[in-house]
């Protein structure tokens, strides 16, 4: 919380090595400008100097580039700095770190930015900075970050970016770019962050998008990008968050995407996409985020996976789609349900289930058999299940469940759990709770009751 104007005396401290005031209310005198920056000169030893987010004014002056030739780091980030980028900022070879963002700089990036050898991180994000980018840049062999986001830069974005193998985030994001997305970014294979989004790039995405094998955030929205989805996009196996909204792309969702098992957040809104929606989908498992709405897709929602947790705003825009009630959209029409028919409505509801009922019950009769001595539980030889005879309230139930503990949970389904009762006159049974929230479940409990219906077995009481 430090306030006034920063003293110039600090220039007479000449072995000086680091100079922090970052994040303060300092300000200084309008008449003198940044002047103390010059009587920094004086400090021969200067490694760092930080004074990023106080209330600072005016313009950068061109002695900057007669600072310390050992500064390292220099960071005026968030100052109510004014002006031009001075091109003697090249003179300062031993940079490491640059941060000039979030001020109201103008004017261009200067072609002396490509003599900063040694620099790992270059910040330029927020300003009025306009121009291309130059191609300058791609001398900067040992850069990690560039951030160049929101600022009013144009043109194409230079290919020999991709020659920038060091680079691990690329932030070109909101800006005036236009052209095709480089191929050559597909030679970043160590990036982890590409944020190209709200610019004006079109064309199609290049296949070389699938190279980037550690990216795990890639966002491309708000661009003209056209064509289809390649393939290759489905080796982006760290991938974790992926937005190609608000562009023009068309064709199918890659049934690729489905081995894209680190993803999070897929975001495909407001594109020309077509087809049915992959069933391959349920796979992403870390799936939270789902946006396909505005598109022309059709055909079923899928319904397992995460999917469940999705909600109509997902969907919105697609006509022809149809699925769960949840969803708002269409009822599917007779049994056109994509991959469900009776065989796997058996295979995957009904047996699993009689398997867990059957298990269950052996529980109980193995249970029952040793209480047998200390109970006065009439058990027939025939009819296991001899007390049921009798109306069973949902109280009871819940009693002898113990509130449905799960210290009482013996199984679990893929559409429901099974729980060991132990009622008030000591007869053990198992009790099923179906998901209600699951469409298959009503589906599901018909079926099982209409197979249980039709088989004999001691351990299971007859249904009619």
Known sequence: MLTGDVPTFFGELTFLQRLSLGTNLLTNEPSLGLSFLTSLTNCRSLRQLVI??????????NSVGNL????????????????????????LSNLVTLGLGDNDLIGSIPETIGKLQKIQQLQVY?????????????????????????????????????????????????????????????????????????????????????????????????????????????????????????????????????DMLSLESLDLSQNNLSGTIPKSLEKLLHLGYLNVSFNELSGEIPYGGTFNNFTARSFIGNEELCGAPQFHVKACKGNKRTGFNKTKIFLVYVLPSITLIII????????????????HL???????????????????IQQATNNFSEDNLIGRGSIGLVYKGIFYNGMVTAVKVFNLQLQAAFKSFEAECEAMRNIRHRNLVKLH
């Open 52 to 61: 990023g987010s106080n209330r600072l004014h005016g313009v950068l002056p």
């Open 68 to 91: 310390s030739a050992s500064l390292e780091l220099l960071d005026v980030t968030g100052c109510l700095i004014n002006g031009m980028i001075p091109r003697e900022i090249g003179n």
């Open 126 to 258: 927020d300003t009025e900075i306009q121009g291309l980018i130059p191609e300058n840049i791609c001398k900067l062999t040992n850069l990690g970050e560039l951030n160049l986001m929101n600022t009013k830069l144009y043109g194409s974005i230079p290919g020999c970016l991709g020659n920038l193998t060091s680079l691990r985030t690329l932030q070109l994001g909101s800006n005036a770019l236009t052209s095709h997305m480089p191929s050559t970014l597909g030679s970043l294979k160590d990036i982890l962050v590409l944020n190209l989004s709200s610019n004006f790039l079109i064309g199609p995405l290049p296949q070389e998008i699938g190279s980037m094998k550690s990216i795990v955030h890639l966002q491309l929205s708000g661009n003209q990008l056209s064509g289809y989805i390649p393939t290759s996009i489905g080796e982006l196996q760290n991938l974790v968050n992926l937005s190609l909204s608000r562009n023009r792309l068309q064709g199918p969702i890659p049934e690729s995407f489905a």
């Open 360 to 375: 269950a019950a052996a529980i109980a009769i193995w249970l029952l058999r040793r209480r047998a001595s200390n109970t």
């Open 378 to 396: 009439l058990v027939q030889e025939n009819s296991l299940l001899y007390p049921f005879n009798k109306r069973i309230s949902y109280y009871e």
